[in-house]
């Protein structure tokens, strides 16, 4: 129950204002609402919203990074696409997944890699991405 309690208020402090916007609904079929949203950024707030703190997170973070690149990925110059694996191998620094860290360290870099992919979506929409966007590794607590 302690833990439940820890996650939750984890989770809640990791929710930008933004997400604050949107619920989880009652209910969800997390994978299935996520592939019904519209975009990406639909889809990155939903699994904020409904994130359950632990390594079940990382499919759902798959489906809205799939979601995500399919509105940026392509348009990545070379020098670009380098920079966002560089960012990426980022999170893997920042939050490792090893045997001691368990569960909430696929959380934590799931989601890592899901702000970075969102991130990269905003500064695609609407065309080519003129300039690489601003980014850093989001400090989410545990």
């Known amino acids: ?36 949203t519209p975009d990406c950024l639909a889809a990155h707030k939903l699994h904020q919203a409904c994130a359950w703190g632990s390594s079940g997170d990382e499919f ?4 809205v990074i799939d979601k995500c690149k399919a509105g940026f990925f392509d348009r990545l110059s070379h020098r670009q696409m380098r920079l966002y694996e560089r960012r990426l191998e980022a999170c893997g620094e920042r939050y490792p997944v090893t ?30 991405i ?7 590794v989001p400090n989410i607590p545990e």
């Not at 759902?60 to 489906?63: D, P, T």
């Not at 003129?130 to 850093?136: G, N, V, Y």
């Open 1 to 36: 129950m302690r833990t439940s309690c820890i996650v939750l208020i984890g989770l809640l402090s990791i929710a930008p204002a933004a997400a604050e916007d949107v619920q989880c609904p009652e209910g969800s079929q997390l994978p299935q609402d996520i592939d019904n």
């Open 60 to 63: 759902m973070s798959e489906a």
């Open 99 to 128: 045997e001691e860290g368990g569960s909430i360290q696929i959380y934590l870099s799931s989601m890592c890699a899901e702000d970075l992919a969102a991130t990269y979506f905003k500064a695609a929409k609407g065309g080519r």
């Open 130 to 136: 003129a300039a690489t966007p601003r980014w850093s």
